[in-house]
């Protein structure tokens, strides 16, 4: 038995080396194709070939007897490791006629994260820091473009501070919310004028897929090529007004951060056992706790600027402790009914997002579930 | 250079097509591996033969300069489809001379999968369904093991009404909470008895790696083989007292979805537009969104069961709606040095574990915006 077994493992040894063969061949293609990509100035994602590629690596899955999840799944993590790749070859330089690029916090993650793929397009870049304000005219001089990427509470500060920009110069900030800085941006500059919010962190492999909101602020004819050069980069742009903008950052960030930042902090006065609770996790409940856990490994000051950058925020949060407690009440009355009756109410409300949210959220479960050791 | 990207395309999916030619090759390999497992009575999940055989293939991957994380990543997807495909094979019978196994409300969803997984193995299966109390002694006779699967709120009416089951007959419960349902069975026979808790609900592919907790309730020693039984499908088993057992779960289910419960009730009560939420949704926001509408797509009457199944959740409950309420005066005094300060103590209480959660999920994070369209 455990020669046949040896056997059996030996042959699937061979398979798996024979399958990380293809990879590397892979990997050294999709370079090839950024190299292309690079010099005629093409987006890294291209949403109509992933599409079609997938549907025919289906179909011939099915003929195989191969689940068509399992090579979809597999090809599009191969992806991710390809358009990381095509990154490092570079990116056309969409406007080469252009002045510097001068990034105010460059030295910052999400700076870093921008400078390094402005110099991929080839675009000369500057930083301006705390310690840089004396030389900040010379810094500035003949810049093309200024992005503003300092902590959310600097943000309206180090606009102010920043001395008369030239005409043409494009003036953008990377704030979280968006419309203080844009007014802000609007008054000191009378040049073109956009807000951008790269929804995302600072350590994405690349920006494939990747959302960026805009908020159009001043002669947009002027920074249609940046934001063209953005999806060059693999970004999906999503336009908003600045107040649209900031009212659903109430949600998605502020009352959410705060929320979390009330469970953990409940966790930690109730002393509960980390280890144990984690040992007895399902896969859902461990993402839960992850996602709590994660928020206390990060800067507590972003994350008190975000929450209290607003008195709407506050509202908002108000708001919700009053739902928590007229709920409570249900459950101190011992009123199943009500439960059930509000608990199909926002079912209803959401609709069939309820379902598509649990079917994606089955997929993810369950690739947390393969990387358990 | 149309041509020039075709060609490597072409070339592309050439690759992508030996890579379905190998996973068909592997499957097949990895099917009579079951075989021989089934055999031999052999579980499917063998963590040290994952560990060695991950081990081998980064290192490999590393001196062909591919990712070795991309290898990994895609072994592990690969495997889950194994154990899936190994399930199908059949388990060994560890209890090959016992009496038939009941399952109580075995057309249940929970039941169904556990009614397949004993019959995989070879046992004889009955299910006892609502309307067939009037033939359960017929049912129940001669049986050698009785698993209770009904909803929460049935579990200890449906234990007291079993009839009287033979002295050796084993019984077992499958609710998620265990200290009550453990004493009516203690209290209604004088066999062995054992309470489990799957921590997964019913729609997962294979038992692999999955947790089960146990609660040990009388003569261990009758059902040491269930427990076996329970690793040969995969299952990792969590032993605990039922006490400790509900104590945790108040954190892990009753507050949790009571919290989720809220927060998706109060995104009704503000009418948010979900589809523009989404459309500016980080992955990571998408994901916590995700994970409240989900709550939704599920049975109203098993969360109502679960949150108000103790008078201890209650008051856990009220304790986080508390702490809630105290750090909001936070907010509204503008207490940003306290605010940060509260972040930092619950930073210190999860320890080593803050950073770690912060990178589980970002690998989660990452294959979540792999899926994107």
């Known amino acids: ?174 704030a979280s919310v968006k419309n203080p800085p844009l007014q802000a941006m609007l008054a000191v500059h009378n040049g073109p004028v956009l807000g951008l919010h790269p929804m995302f962190g600072p350590d994405v492999g690349s920006l494939a897929k990747q959302v960026i909101a805009y908020c159009d602020g001043r002669q947009p004819e002027a920074y249609q090529w940046l934001l063209e050069q953005l999806q060059v980069w693999g970004a999906k742009l999503q336009a908003i007004s600045a107040v649209e903008h900031d009212k659903n950052m109430a949600f998605i960030q502020a009352l959410r951060h705060f929320a979390t930042f009330t469970y953990g902090l409940n966790l930690s006065q109730e002393n509960v056992q980390l280890e144990q609770l984690l040992a007895l996790s399902s896969p859902i409940y461990r993402l839960e706790l992850a996602m709590i856990g994660r928020l206390f490994a990060q800067d507590a000051e972003l994350y008190g600027d975000i929450i209290m950058s607003s008195e709407d925020n506050l509202a908002l949060i108000k708001r919700y402790y009053t739902c928590f407690g007229n709920a409570l009440s249900l459950l101190e009355k011992g009123d199943k009914a009500e439960f059930i009756a509000e608990f199909n109410q926002v079912k209803a409300w959401f609709g069939d997002y309820a379902t598509h949210f649990l079917n994606e959220s089955r997929t993810l479960l369950r690739q947390a ?5």
């Open 1 to 174: 038995m455990v020669a046949e077994l040896a056997t059996l493992r030996d042959q699937i040894d061979e398979v798996d080396k024979a399958l990380l063969n293809l990879l590397a061949k892979r990997l050294n293609l999709v370079a090839q194709v950024g190299e292309v990509k690079s010099q005629h100035g093409l987006p890294i994602y291209v949403p109509e070939r992933e599409v079609s590629m997938l549907a025919s690596r289906r179909k011939e899955a099915e003929q195989l007897g191969v689940p068509p999840d399992l090579i979809e799944d597999v090809l599009r993590r191969i992806m991710r490791e390809s358009y990381t790749s095509e990154n490092d070859k570079g990116f056309k330089t969409l406007k080469p006629e252009m002045g510097a690029v001068v990034i105010v916090g460059g030295h910052g993650k999400m700076g870093q994260l921008f400078s390094k793929l402005f110099k991929l397009s080839g675009y000369q870049v500057r930083v301006l820091e705390q310690h840089d304000w004396q030389q900040a005219e010379t810094i500035l001089s003949g810049a093309g473009l200024v992005v503003v990427s300092v902590p959310i509470h600097l943000t309206e500060q180090v606009i102010h501070r920043l001395p008369k920009l030239p005409e043409e110069c494009i003036l953008v900030d990377l």
């Open 369 to 373: 579930n393969d990387s358990r050791r």
